[in-house]
């Protein structure tokens, strides 16, 4: 077996703890407090989150969206996908180190998205730049840490309590999409998502594009 080497580590902003990049062979792996953020060869979950919400838009063009945060750019690269040449996608990480890591080591894996000229980054917490704009999203994507029990932060509770999900209701425009990765079910999320006023749909995916792997969850929330 061959041994993980460790190219580099940083700081998670806001709670002290660390974030660190591994490398075995082509296989890349991000983890925090000894636990796997995100690997490389388990994917397709993270894909089918942008997919689900694309396929559910009811435009078909000049899409405005949100991806909460970058990972290794799986999500992003199938948003890019399922959009026409007139989106902008706007990708929200909190780890300046991941978008570096993106840039100098990851980019490859899936595309090198944050080349393409849709595609802007921000340095930034999901929940401030939700906060900023009403009406404005056609569509959040939200992977950040494990989905509403979070990893990284504590803090990112504020993003799956009622009021981070109502703050997500009045940034996206009305038919737009709200759509959250978990690794797990989560039977108070639904309730909340709902009593925030979003018609809620749960779909069940598999880690992997074969189909096979762990199942992971995903909520869509149209808001009506
Ligand atoms: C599991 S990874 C996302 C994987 C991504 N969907 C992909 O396709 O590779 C979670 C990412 O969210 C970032 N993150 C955690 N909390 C965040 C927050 N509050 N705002 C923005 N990004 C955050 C982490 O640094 C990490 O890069």
Redesign the pocket.
Known sequence: MIPWKEIDRAE?PGNGSE?TLLVRDREFS?RTAGTE??NSRI?GS??A?AELACSRLDVKSGWQIL????????????ALEQSGPDAQILV????PA?VRWNREYLGHL?GMPLADPRVRVEE??????IGKRKTAWDAI?L????GPA?L??K??DR?YGKIGLKACFDALRPGGILAV?SCAADEAFTRRLKGCGFKAEIVSVRARKSGKGSRHTIWIGIKL
């Open positions: 998670v974030v991000i953020l995100m994917h993270e894909a989150l991806i909460g945060g970058l990972g290794m750019g799986y999500t992003l690269a199938a929200s990480e909190l780890i991941v899936a930034e917490d999901v929940v401030k730049i994507l992977d950040v840490d494990n979070g990284t932060r803090a990112n993003l990765w």
